[in-house]
């Protein structure tokens, strides 16, 4: 179908993070949006207020009239949405036109210069970094993120002037594969997703295969000492927290009273005392990558500078909820076990000497199968442990597999308890921690605000 001859979109699972940021590219571009989730969220309600018609129950006689011809209607399906869905099968049934989230991001793509995002971990704040940066520049963009940015209160930015996007490049489902760069970054590629992937190998084969769909006379940003391959010879750079590895770094970093600054290394143009808006040394990587993208647009060095001092983070990822000198909490969407890793020596590095709990909901039982002795291994690195059951997202239950594989393996000297969500409140109540963080991507967030009150009445 032309983008053209659509005059109504219906999204099968239109709440997710991804989905919700094309919705409403469809609702500013006026055409009829429709969708269907499983249950009601900030991201519906706000959906809902812009114009979508949506519905929570799995019922065809809901789906709106204008979205019931197959001539003019797309519909825009998530992966997580099982292939029996009813709304699914009845689109299927009658001929329209059926597309995965990643292949509209793929025409967006061709349409416009693709600045992509892609890695295990790191790429929604690399991106929305990328984002704010282009978009408060002359450059600006259009951008489709994983996270809520707090500049914006959006996962999307639209911009009628600019040929550039910016898009998390998922390898969920092998997602990215539908894409088609101008630039890319790719953060890391430690093995992840493994119940669609099955093994190391066809992991890191899927993110040789994404460097290959680059525009010719495009750019790839490589992390330094990735474990793959690239299959591009021309316009591939490297990048890395300090001096001595990689093209785009670090030099002169300085941190201290709550704040960082460093210089940027560039084969493009060096940029002293650049200051990050969220000071949290992990992302000293992630506005590295952002800054090569910025600077391969054509952002300005004092644009740039002028980005990442004012850039405000991404719900969930290092989001403090509390900060004062009884308690600190914060939430990070942290659910690999080196994204862990990185949250905690990052939390170590800004707290010194303090007690530093976790609490954790393990996201999905493959993910649990497949790494749980590095779960155990990065969380031994915390003072204490709060864990939770596993949060099933798309997934039944593996016999065997649960929290308890992680909470027995985790360290001696760990303070540790296996709780239900439930609990979690009235444990960090009773903890004598100093900081505490809210670990993983399932709907323990939901208990936050509960938690930080809490924490306040100390």
């Known amino acids: 179908m032309e983008m053209n001859a659509i005059k109504a979109v219906y999204f099968v699972g239109i709440g997710g993070i991804g989905m919700s940021a094309i919705a409403r590219y469809f609702l500013q571009k006026g055409l009829c949006v429709g969708g269907y989730d499983r249950t009601p969220s900030e991201l519906t309600r706000k959906l809902q207020e812009e114009g979508a018609r949506i519905h929570y129950e799995e019922d065809v006689e809901q789906i709106p009239s204008a979205c019931r011809d197959k001539d003019t209607c797309l519909v825009v399906y998530t992966p997580a949405i099982p292939g029996e869905h009813a709304e699914l099968a009845y689109f299927k049934a009658n001929g329209f036109e059926i597309e995965k989230r990643a292949q509209v991001l793929g025409t967006l793509t061709r349409a416009h210069k693709g600045l992509c995002v892609a890695g295990t971990h790191g790429k929604t704040t690399t991106s929305s970094m990328a984002a704010h940066i282009l978009h408060q520049s002359h450059v600006d963009c259009n951008a489709f993120l994983g996270g809520i940015t707090k500049n914006y209160g959006t996962n999307y930015i639209l911009s009628p002037k600019s040929d550039y996007v910016v898009i998390e490049a998922d390898e969920f489902d092998r997602s990215f594969h539908w894409l088609t760069p101008y ?23 899927s993110f040789r295969k994404y460097t290959s769909l680059i525009r010719p006379g495009g750019f790839l940003v490589l992390h330094e000492g990735l474990e793959m391959q690239p299959d591009v010879q021309e316009g591939v750079t490297t990048y890395s927290y300090s001096r001595g590895h990689g093209d785009f770094h670090a030099e002169n970093i300085r941190i201290g009273d709550g704040e960082i600054y460093f210089d940027f290394i560039s084969p493009l143009g060096h940029i002293k005392d650049v200051q990050l808006g969220v000071p949290v040394s992990i992302n000293i ?11 391969i647009s054509g952002v300005t060095p004092e644009e740039i500078k002028r980005g990442m001092a004012s850039f405000r983070g991404v719900d969930r990822r290092f989001d403090f909820r509390l900060k004062d000198d009884k308690a600190v909490f914060l939430t990070d969407y942290a659910h690999h076990p080196a994204e862990i890793r990185q ?20 996201h999905l039982y493959t993910r649990t199968r497949d790494f749980y002795k590095e779960f155990a291994e990065s969380l031994s690195l915390l003072d204490e442990v709060i864990l939770t059951d596993i949060y099933p997202a798309r ?30 409140p009235e444990i960090v109540r009773q903890s004598d921690a100093d900081v505490f963080i809210l670990l993983g991507a399932g709907d323990l967030e939901s208990y936050a605000p509960q938690i930080t009150e809490i924490l306040k009445e100390r």
Do not use: W
């Open 183 to 205: 630039a890319s970054v790719i953060t890391a590629t430690d093995p992840d997703h493994l119940d669609i992937y099955g093994t190391k190998e066809a992991y890191l084969e």
């Open 285 to 295: 990587e992630n506005g590295i990558a952002a800054m090569a993208l910025a600077q």
């Open 343 to 362: 949250s905690v020596i990052s939390i170590r590095e800004l707290y010194r000497g303090k007690k530093i709990a976790a609490i954790f909901q393990p």
């Open 395 to 424: 997934e039944t239950p593996i016999p065997g597999v649960t929290s308890r594989l992680i909470y027995d393996r985790l360290a001696p000297t760990v303070k540790k308890c296996l709780c239900r969500k439930e609990d979690v």
